[in-house]
């Protein structure tokens, strides 16, 4: 069984011969750094080579941007690029919404590689909370739900029709197994737009977009950091089906969501903060996350990057014990220690 075939029945909740073994996303610059320094090969630059040396399942990310290369950047983190409709549409004429927004020739191999091979294919597309943020600033953004609603809702439709057009281009190329919508509307204490914004701003234009990429067979997935939670029922009702990283450190509990919600699609959740406590911590992180692995619909990865602070070695431990516990939950085998 291949990964693409993994994914599917992980995601349709059928038993497979093991769960899929990925990382949620690129690697830190500095944990990059940190494992050249005690040993790994520093020509592994590019994260698909970095996945293939370490023996998890082959597959490929590729975040689509809806600014061209020739787009301004703010002037500080956070920072905005536009203060009303007047200069959002002279931004948009010269800089936004390009039609090449993903390298064709990687998509192309990529979908060959997905024929023969099996290699997977993740989507990211930035959501309708994260990307008009991303042009008008962080705080600007929150004060527009009061003080401009109409430059989030011009700014959201333009974006719904971009990734129309993305999604049929790459769906023309190969169909990608995993696709997330970045947003990050949570933080620690929950999230940082009320329902009423949320069913507003954020629900009309998901509910545009599902019904393509349903018709593709894809599964609508949504990231944030922090606490999900209280979001999941908004949504479940505009139609995503599934949420990850799952952060352990703003309180989520993968087992309770799961028996809340046993139709979820979760990815993510182990607590990276035990990685560099050593194997016998990450063994109970294992344990503690069994039962969700099991249950099907669940694609375990550490809960967002894996930080610098875990040494190569380490992180060569939680491979092997991804790999045991990833066939456990597929197959029931017992537990080995082989490394």
Not at 205 to 233: A, E, N, T
Not at 288 to 302: D, K, N
Request: aromatic share 12%.
């Amino acid at each position: 069984m291949n990964t693409t075939e993994r994914i599917k029945r992980i995601f349709s909740f059928q038993q497979t011969d093991r769960l899929p073994m990925l990382e949620w996303g690129p690697w830190w610059r500095e944990t990059q750094e940190r494992w050249q320094r005690e040993g790994l090969d520093k020509l592994l630059k590019d994260a698909g080579e970095i996945t293939d040396h370490f023996g998890l399942d082959p597959f490929r990310v590729f975040w689509v941007n809806p600014r061209d290369i020739s787009c301004p950047q703010p002037m500080e983190y956070g920072g905005r690029l536009i203060t009303d409709e007047r200069s959002y549409r002279e931004l948009k004429k010269s800089h936004l919404y390009p039609r090449q927004g993903f390298d064709r020739h990687k998509l192309e191999f990529i979908a060959e590689q997905q024929k023969t091979k099996g290699m997977a294919l993740w989507i990211w597309l930035e959501g309708f909370f994260w990307f008009p943020r991303t042009l008008l600033g962080i705080e600007s953004h929150l004060y527009a739900f009061y003080d401009n609603p109409g430059i989030l809702h011009q700014i959201n439709q333009d974006l719904v029709e971009y990734h129309k057009y993305i999604i049929e281009t790459i769906c023309k190329i190969c169909v990608p197994d995993i696709l997330i919508f970045a947003e990050d509307l949570s933080y620690n204490h929950g999230p940082m737009l009320s329902k009423e914004h949320f069913d507003t701003f954020i629900y009309p234009y998901y509910r545009q977009i599902i019904p393509l990429l349903k018709s593709y067979g894809i599964h609508p997935m949504l990231d944030s950091d922090g606490d999900v939670v209280p979001v999941i029922p908004w949504l479940k009702e505009a139609g995503l089906e599934g949420i990850g990283p799952l952060e352990y450190t703003a309180g989520i509990d993968v087992v309770k969501i799961r028996s809340d919600y046993p139709d979820l699609l979760l990815l993510g959740g182990f607590n990276k903060l035990v990685m560099p406590e050593g194997e016998e911590a990450m063994r109970r992180e294992f344990e503690r996350l069994l039962p969700v692995m099991a249950s099907g619909g669940y694609i375990l990865t550490v809960d967002h990057q894996t930080p610098p602070e875990v040494p190569l070695k380490l992180y060569q431990v939680y491979i092997h014990l991804l790999r045991e516990y990833c066939e456990k939950a597929g197959t029931g085998c017992k537990p080995t220690k082989n490394y």
